[in-house]
């Protein structure tokens, strides 16, 4: 199974504490931190893995990052 080649992440805390890392996609890990802040999905990490397939995304790839992370939480939202 071929890597992933970007990790990009982000943590939110109930004290306040916010963490995130664009695993080398840069502005990735805000994206993700931004949605969590507009849903307000606290105590969780949201981790996005995508593969690079030959094709340069251009800004579609925040698009794809910002939904990603809403289908989760709103997913994530249901079940609790």
């Known amino acids: ?5 970007h990790l990009s992440w982000a943590i939110r805390l109930s004290d ?3 963490l995130k890392n664009d695993g080398g996609e840069s502005g990735s890990g805000n994206c993700i931190l931004e949605v969590m802040r507009n849903m307000n ?8 893995a ?3 397939g030959g094709k340069h995304l251009g800004g579609l790839r925040f698009r ?10 709103s997913t994530y939202s249901t079940l609790s």
């Not at 199974?1 to 080649?5: D, E, F, G, Q």
């Not at 794809?64 to 939480?73: A, C, D």
């Open 1 to 5: 199974m071929k890597k992933a080649s």
């Open 16 to 18: 306040g504490s916010e």
């Open 41 to 48: 999905a606290v105590n969780c990490l949201i981790l996005v």
């Open 50 to 52: 995508r593969w690079y």
């Open 64 to 73: 794809i990052y910002r939904n990603t992370t809403k289908e989760l939480l």
